[in-house]
């Protein structure tokens, strides 16, 4: 026996080794390195308190287990996957000691008792290997199902162990040759050892409630076993052992309770969970014929389903034929107290929680639902293929093992990474919306936003509104801001106003919207979505300053400075902020402060090319050409392609009598940049310094073209039309000039800051 027990093992971690760096994926990052309350063990009450929107929320005890994995190496993967493995082992031998004593019962030994073992290490070893086990194993956060399966073994094997203990079967005692125990008022003598199993299957049954609801049908299959194989009838059974099936019984106030506590979890379980139980019962016909399919033929194994539905009975018919002769098969052999009843039983009440008539609108179909009820499938055949076969049936099970241990150590490849796992999923179920925007959000962290757009367009496409688990409006939202990062702003603009049509509140539309239409130089709009933005509680600094941004743009640049300053009080250390400080204050004439703000931001990052080119500017505002020089050289240094920077340079070089190195740095301003309508009148107003008039006016000409409502450009021009003797011309631009400055509301200076302000933080 402990041979068969150990090959079971080592079989098991051979099939498993290579699972013990697989990532966390899909609902496990949320319910551990999302989770706080496992970050401590002590206090042990928020520990057994998780939050209901987990998948371990109402589950205290998976969630205890996940708080000691924790514990022991933070958010690294190894020793959660260690601990999946070994409640995966030991299940397995669990399962091997139900098998073995069942078939050393009484009812069943003469055809099976002289390869109880044998046949026990097959049927647990078959289980224990199974790929269709993978999802259960492999995928951490469903460690949920593994463990409350090892808890409904141990339930069972407690109470076999107690009735051996109590030689109320043909086990151990009764076979020693020992007498039937006494009896004292019609009740057998129970022995210390008994009391002792029958509290661990109690133990095992309430730690189970407290682990996941699949637990539910344990206290039904123990006393269904009892009358099967122990007692002849249910009367005898619970006569025998009343207090002990009033406490399993008992066990389900604690389940009840946990899934009140969860409020369906969170909408998502039920029958207020948006699928009728009518629909659900027909998908689940489809889903379950499929989970008895792989069993056998374990290809394909999907990680995730999807969402889909079958609505007409026409169109599982044959499925639920087959399920309706399995089950009415059941309750015959259960009427005539067969072992294939008990069979028959284990594998539907295990499933009914899951896979009957109370949705479950989350997931349809899973196959880590069928942890525990493959026990069945497998127990059932290979007793059957002994009962055919004999002995020879015995050189079946080493070659399935092979295989079946092969195809898990295959599946557990595709665990090696999120990419590898969603990717298969996606090859397997090309119409799953789910998979698809699982697989876009893959991408998404990797940075590969040219793969993660069709993922999430094609979501889009098969989703069709019923948002399949993730809500339609963060598909658009996330699409958006991957359309802006690849330039495709009018397109990402278009998202982000249908996930406003989907729901008017979602304030991430809001803010992500307002960025777009900063690039797209909508600043009356970008102002209004910032602002709701903020109304809604989303944004801190970054919000602030993007809005500051747009208000400034606009030419609201008063109503821009609070929220530069607001920006900073959220997060005082941040150089771009006291950059845009100083560039709004600059604009307002508050000169000094702005000087005192750029030099700030230096210190902040003195490494920082824009607040040094525009505290070059803000000097030349003060009258301080000279001064402004150097930082406007520390500019150049730092990003010698920085046009604006060539151009302040160029302006204060010239106020300080400069010209020649004045216009080598307004050309070479143009050269980096041909639209910069102010380099252009900046170099006109120094080649006219320099008596060079017929390149200024062609410099001053460029600007309009550039920008026709120049007011100073206009001016210069018809200064410089006047001098060379072309009064005609020269009256047209001193007439636009004196309409374009009488409509300004403040003076221009003789030439435009530089555009030093930080654009909008992507989306």
Not at 157 to 162: N, P
Not at 356 to 364: E, L
Not at 664 to 679: G, I
Request: net charge positive.
């Amino acid at each position: 026996m402990l041979i068969a027990g150990g090959l079971i093992v080592l079989a098991g971690v051979a099939a498993y080794h290579n699972t013990f760096s697989a990532p966390f994926v899909f609902d496990s990052p949320t319910s551990i390195t999302g989770n706080s309350t496992i970050r401590r063990l002590w206090p042990i009450w928020p520990v057994l308190s998780p939050a209901t929107n987990l998948t371990v929320g109402g589950r205290p005890i998976a969630n205890l287990s996940l708080a000691i994995n924790y514990a022991i190496s933070g958010e690294a993967v190894g020793s959660y996957h260690a601990l999946n493995l070994a409640i995966h082992l030991l299940a397995g031998l669990v399962l091997f000691g139900i098998v073995r004593r069942t078939l050393s019962q009484p009812r069943l030994r003469a055809r099976f008792g002289g390869a109880a073992l044998t046949l026990a290490c097959a049927a647990a070893g078959l289980w224990l290997l199974h790929p269709l086990q993978t999802e259960s194993v492999t995928y951490v956060i469903q460690r949920t199902e593994s463990l409350a399966g090892l808890f409904c073994l141990l339930t069972l094997y407690g109470s076999i162990r107690a009735t051996e203990s109590c030689g109320e079967t043909g086990g151990p005692s009764a076979d020693a040759g020992h007498s039937p125990p006494a009896r004292v008022g019609g009740h057998a003598r129970r022995p210390q050892a008994g009391v002792g199993w029958l509290a661990l299957s109690f133990a095992a049954c309430l730690l189970g409630m407290a682990t996941k609801e699949v637990m539910a049908s344990a206290p039904l299959l123990v006393l269904v076993y009892d009358r099967t194989f122990v007692s002849g009838g249910f009367r005898a059974a619970l006569r025998q052992r009343r207090r002990y099936y009033f406490a399993l019984a008992a066990t389900w106030i604690l389940l009840g309770w946990l899934v009140a506590s969860t409020h369906n979890r969170g909408g998502t379980a039920g029958f207020d969970s948006g699928l009728s139980p009518a629909i659900y019962l027909l998908s689940q016909c489809y889903a379950i014929v499929v989970y008895l399919k792989l069993s056998f033929w374990p290809h394909p194994l999907v990680f995730d389903y999807g969402l889909g539905v079958i609505e007409h009975a026409a169109d599982v018919w044959p499925q639920a034929g087959l399920l309706g002769a399995m089950a009415g098969g059941t309750a015959i052999a259960l009427r005539r107290r067969s072992p294939i009843g008990f069979v028959g039983l284990w594998f539907f009440a295990i499933l009914a929680p899951s896979s009957s008539v109370v949705p479950i609108g989350s997931q349809t179909m899973a196959e880590h639902r069928m942890y525990l009820p493959l026990a069945a499938v497998v127990v059932l055949a290979v007793t059957c293929l002994h009962a055919s076969l004999g002995r020879r049936s015995l050189v079946l099970w080493p070659a399935l093992a092979i295989a079946l241990g092969g195809l898990t150590l295959q599946r557990n490849n595709v665990y090696r990474s999120d990419l590898a796992l969603w990717r298969d999923t996606v090859a397997k179920r090309p119409l799953n919306p789910r998979a698809r925007y699982d697989l876009g959000i893959v991408f998404s962290d990797r940075g590969q936003f040219a793969e993660a757009v069709p993922q999430y367009e094609e979501a889009l496409r098969l989703d069709q509104g019923s948002s399949s688990g993730n809500q339609t409006q963060v598909i658009h939202t996330k699409l958006g801001h991957h359309l802006v990062v690849l330039g495709r702003v009018p397109e990402a603009v278009a998202h982000y106003r249908e996930a406003l049509r989907l729901k008017p509140d979602y304030a991430l539309a809001h803010h992500n919207l307002a960025q777009a239409l900063v690039l797209l130089d909508q600043f009356p709009e970008a102002v209004r979505h910032y602002e709701e933005a903020l109304r809604l509680n989303i944004g801190g600094a970054e919000t602030h300053a993007n809005l500051g941004y747009a208000l400034l743009h606009e030419g609201r640049v008063e109503e821009a400075i609070p929220h530069y300053r607001e920006a900073l009080r959220l997060e005082p250390n941040s150089a771009p902020g006291f950059n845009n400080l100083a560039y709004a204050l600059l604009v307002t004439g508050r000169v000094a402060e702005s000087i005192s703000a750029y030099r700030e931001a230096l210190r902040l990052d003195p490494r920082y090319a824009a607040a040094s080119a525009g505290l070059g500017y803000a000097l030349i505002q003060a009258g301080q050409p000279a001064e402004a020089v150097t930082p406007c050289e520390q500019a150049l240094r730092l990003q010698p392609d920085f046009a604006d920077a060539h151009n302040t340079l160029g302006i204060a070089l010239a106020r300080t009598g400069r010209i020649p190195e004045a216009i080598a740095h307004f050309e070479q301003a143009l050269r980096l940049d041909a639209r910069l309508a102010d380099a252009h009148n900046n170099l006109g107003n120094a080649l006219s310094a320099a008596v060079r008039p017929a390149e200024a006016i062609m410099h001053y000409e460029a600007a309009l073209r550039l920008k026709p409502d120049y007011a100073q450009a206009h001016r210069n021009l018809a200064e410089e039309l006047q001098r060379a003797g072309r009064t005609a011309e020269a009256a047209e631009h001193f007439e636009a000039a004196a309409r374009l400055e009488a409509g300004e509301k403040e003076a221009r200076t003789r030439a435009s800051p530089p555009t030093t302000a930080q654009p909008p933080a992507g989306p």
